[in-house]
């Protein structure tokens, strides 16, 4: 055998041993990228899963939350009450308080306080205006608290605005409640009192001086 052939022969096989190294090493690379981005794909999923079953875990945990009852609430701010057998969960808010005459109402007294109220629903389900936990008025530093007025007597009223309808999750709807109630140095009004089956109650405190 020639020398040149020889050398041929050896640079043939330098080259295919070459060759093959390069395509092992190719092989291998693209095997560990498979097998990281695999595993990339795995721990995102988990994540994603864990977020997802955290929030779901949130939610019940929320819904089930207990809501302290709130006492001392003034003119303007808002209370949560959580009331009925579903558990209804909205925040009132106290808008202000005037006197008025009623002429289309004849019962114990001529002059009724007029309370408007804010209700928003946040809760995740809708409910209906009527389901709202009746709110009493009475004279603070005493257990009395007088109901409002039912509806049936204030339709023909003129300015008196009926909460009615159905209240969408977070919808809000404002509207009156007329008490016929004396005059007193200082009210309470509230939505459940310590006497009344309600899950978590809410009460203001103002005197007759902010009454309008």
Known sequence: MSKNKLISICILIII????????NDETTEQTNQT??????NDQDNTDTSEEVDSDEGNQV????EH???QSGLQI????TVVSSEER???EATLNEIHFRDIDEIKLFNETFAVVNVTIKNIDDQPFKAEDIFSPSLGEMGTNQYEGPVDNQFLQETSGIEIIEGEIAPGDSVTGDFVFDIDKFDNYHFAFGTKWDQIF?????EFSIDEVQ
């Open 88 to 90: 209804y969960t909205y």
């Open 35 to 40: 097998t990281d981005t695999e595993q990339q």
């Open 16 to 23: 295919s041993l070459f060759l093959a190294s390069c395509s």
């Open 67 to 69: 809501i302290e009852n």
């Open 200 to 204: 978590t109650m809410a009460e203001w």
């Open 76 to 79: 303007g701010d808002a209370g």
């Open 61 to 64: 945990e929320n819904k089930d």
